[in-house]
Nanobody
Framework: QVQLVESGGGSVQAGGSLRLSCAAF????????EGWFRQAPGKEREGVAT???????RYADSMKGRFTISKDNAKNTLYLQMNTLKPEDTAMYYC????????????????????WGQGTQVIVSS
């Protein structure tokens, strides 16, 4: 089992920045791919960014150039640096980890990930 704990959410004005963190505990050696997802009220959970064990990253189109996903393997911690935040970025942000290879084919599908954090709220005001 892998436990994921997010932190770093909060309230910020449009144009501001936040850095989210996700610490992993447990059988972290089993993790192949990791990602950040978000879910706004009344909307489906959507993929934000992913990173595989080789450090290759992918971003959803609306986040390219504004968000950066990274990982500190020594600390078993995943990060999401979010810059130039917009009100439409307001959502609950979740980190996810996959111990299977489904995320290689469908990196932005929530069903590809079998471990989830509890989420951290991000609110961007105009």
């Amino acid at each position: 089992q892998v436990q994921l704990v997010e932190s770093g959410g909060g309230s910020v004005q449009a144009g501001g920045s936040l850095r989210l963190s996700c610490a992993a505990f447990g059988y972290t050696y089993s993790v192949i791919d990791e990602g950040w997802f978000r879910q706004a009220p009344g909307k489906e959970r959507e993929g934000v960014a992913t990173i595989d064990s080789a450090g290759n990253t992918r971003y959803a189109d609306s986040m390219k150039g504004r968000f950066t996903i990274s990982k500190d393997n020594a600390k078993n911690t995943l990060y999401l640096q979010m810059n130039t935040l917009k009100p439409e970025d307001t959502a609950m942000y979740y980190c996810a980890a996959a111990s299977n290879t489904r995320a290689r084919l469908l990196p932005f599908s929530p069903a590809s990930y079998n471990y989830w954090g509890q989420g951290t709220q991000v609110i961007v005001s105009s």
